[in-house]
């Protein structure tokens, strides 16, 4: 039985948008109807793009980024500029994206597919730990990043795969943390402040 | 409503939307609650880095009074347990009692001695060589403080002093604890503990500083911490996800 007295068809479009994340039952709704006003062809360009999304789509078998279905390697993978030496991990593909923005790191990455994030169901064995581990047991890699989140789930990811790495002689590294650059101390927070102090280094 | 100023562990915390959180504190004053904080992941936000995963903050929440989520306002550190970000059993630890104030206390339903028992405890997982029995404390703590505690001096089905029972006492996790020579016979599922283990718990639920004596290799202590997991299972309906990661 219809919900709101709306056509099924329409109905089901609604609790589909209201399951994306941050839309609730009104703006499912909302964005429903704009649909149904919206061009024919402006609607389905938007179907198209998330079929095409969800069929090519896939995880890198390096990395896991996200690379095209036909190729096995992201593009980054296959890039042999980049400095194969040394891995930056990060928590998804979001987080690559604007290391990449930065052009601050030149070598690989690897992207876990989440945190360890207690009350959302997620453990040790739901990361893309054991295929970092791999990577870094072919002997090529020297220096491991940790780029994970500063906070304590991110921390936590960090140290899991820090002792999951100490088996091997390479370097493990976190980013630095602390204040940010073109702040002032006025307004840096105690914790702020308390990580610029440990990670302070000699000019 | 008015705003209420307390302080709070962050047990949850879901990103939503461009840079705001929904994040479940258990407060000491309110209880626990979910609550909106707007713009949090913002560097410049009223939060001041307030809101990480089992630290604790001095927060403003506005309380709803539908069901709507409680909107907070402010938020400012007060605590951070820096050991959790040092030694990977010591994060799973507070994993544990962060999952254990989310799924056994009610929303606005506010305990404040448990509250400063979480924090005394977090504060305290560092000290390896006490850690497994300060969660196991603070778990019947828990139990205790929520009115679901196992009886360990009566019996739990004819509520009669069990005493001189011999070298092994019933226990029975559906009853709610220790059964006595009389009522085993009848009962389903009773499980006899040795009687060491049950002094285990009744030291470890107690207040004075005989739980540190338990050896924390001990045979008694083990029993003892299995007993209270078999309790916390039952009462959650599965078996708590972080507990067996922390070496409880």
Redesign the interface.
Not at chain 1, 118 to 121: I, N
Not at chain 1, 189 to 192: A, F, K, S, V, Y
């Given at each position: 039985m219809p919900r709101s007295g709306y056509r099924t068809a329409v109905d089901r479009l609604c609790a589909a948008l209201g399951r994306l994340?941050?839309i609730g039952a009104k703006s499912a709704e909302r964005l429903a109807h704009h649909l149904l006003k919206c061009t024919e062809a402006e609607a389905f360009e938007l179907a198209d793009a998330i079929r095409e999304v969800k069929s090519r789509i896939r995880h890198c078998q390096n990395c896991c980024h996200l690379t095209e279905a036909e190729e096995p390697l992201c593009d980054i993978c296959r890039d042999p500029l980049r400095d194969q030496t040394t891995i930056c991990v990060v928590e998804q593909s979001r987080d690559l994206l604007t290391l990449e923005k930065s052009a601050a790191f030149r070598g690989l990455y690897h992207v876990l597919l989440g945190r360890?994030s207690?009350?959302?169901?997620i453990?040790?064995d739901s990361l893309s730990i054991d295929t970092l581990v791999e990577r870094v047991s072919a002997g090529t890699i020297q220096e491991v990043v940790l780029a994970t989140n500063p906070?304590?789930?991110g921390?936590?990811t960090a140290?899991?795969i820090a002792?999951r790495l100490a088996q091997f002689p390479i370097r493990v590294t976190r980013l630095a943390r602390g204040l940010?650059s073109g702040g002032t101390l006025e307004?840096a927070?105690?914790?702020?402040l308390?990580d610029a102090f440990v990670g302070r280094r000699p000019v | 409503m008015p705003s209420a100023r307390t302080l709070a562990i962050v047990?949850?915390s879901?990103e939503?939307?461009e840079s705001s959180s929904i994040v479940?504190v258990f407060t000491r004053e309110l209880g626990k609650a979910a609550a909106l904080a707007k713009g949090a992941r913002r560097?410049?936000s009223p939060f001041?880095?307030?809101l990480?995963?089992?630290?604790v903050s001095d927060i403003v929440l506005l309380p709803r009074a539908s069901e709507a989520l409680d909107l907070l306002t402010e938020s400012?550190?007060v605590e951070?347990f820096d050991t959790?970000?040092?030694?990977?059993a010591a994060?799973y630890a507070?994993?544990?009692i962060?999952?254990l104030l989310?799924d056994l206390t009610d929303v606005h339903d506010p305990h404040p001695r448990l509250f400063d028992a979480a924090r005394v405890t977090l504060r305290r997982l560092g000290e390896g060589d006490l850690r497994i029995r300060r969660v196991a404390r603070f778990e019947l703590f828990c139990l205790r403080e929520l009115g679901l505690m196992p009886s360990l001096d009566t019996c739990s089905h004819c509520g009669r002093a069990v005493v001189n029972e011999g070298d092994r006492v019933g226990f029975a996790v559906a009853l709610g604890g220790i059964v006595c020579h009389e009522c085993r016979p009848g009962l389903a599922q009773v499980s006899l503990l040795p009687r060491e283990s049950v002094a285990a718990m009744r030291a470890l639920a107690s207040p004075g500083n005989d739980w540190r004596n338990l050896e924390e290799q001990g045979r008694a202590l083990g029993w003892a911490r299995e007993t209270i997991g078999h309790v916390l299972s039952h009462i959650l309906g599965r078996r708590p996800?972080?507990r067996p990661?922390a070496g409880v």
């Open positions: 994340p941050g360890l207690p009350l959302s169901g453990g040790p906070n304590l789930e921390d936590g140290l899991l002792e940010a307004f927070n105690r914790d702020m308390a | 047990i949850r879901v939503v939307f479940t560097l410049k001041e880095g307030g990480d995963l089992l630290s400012a550190p951070r959790l970000r040092r030694d990977l994060l507070g994993f544990h962060a999952q989310s996800r972080f990661l």
